[in-house]
């Protein structure tokens, strides 16, 4: 369930009012940085504006899905070390270390995933009533 999408699929307001863009908030001097368009590339398709917060969110987002591979690799290795331990009580004590500080590095890039689109969802506009 926390893996899911953090959007809220609520009614539209009739009224045709928007959420306040972050401009608005903290005065465009201090979001120009954050309303910045990017050019984006894939392949031979024609270019694609997005904005600067979503290019960061997608680059953050693709490296903690690395760190999280990287993790449940290391699970796995150590779990393989455990079994083959063999009676070596040293060989089990330091395979159960690994997983464990793999399991706490796992929750560590869970939490920062939450955070960073927490944080980053802040600065993200969507009128309400768009699509």
Do not use: C, W
């Not at 609520?10 to 863009?21: C, T």
């Not at 500080?101 to 929750?107: D, H, N, Q, S």
């Amino acid at each position: 369930m926390m893996l899911a999408p953090l959007t809220a699929f609520a009614k539209p307001d009739s009224s045709g009012k928007h959420l306040p863009k972050a401009s608005e908030i903290l005065g465009t001097d201090q979001t120009a940085g954050f309303e910045a368009q990017v050019t984006e590339f894939s392949g031979t398709a024609n270019a694609t504006n997005v904005s600067l917060i979503g290019a960061i969110r997608t680059v953050v987002n693709a490296f903690l899905a690395i760190v999280a591979l990287v993790a449940v690799i290391v699970i796995i290795l150590a779990g393989f070390r455990y079994v083959t331990s063999g009676g070596d009580e040293e060989a089990a004590a330091t395979a159960k270390n690994q997983i464990l500080y793999a399991l706490i590095g796992l929750v560590i890039i869970l939490l920062s995933a939450i955070i960073v689109n927490f944080v980053i969802s802040l600065f993200t506009v969507i009128p309400v009533g768009s699509t």
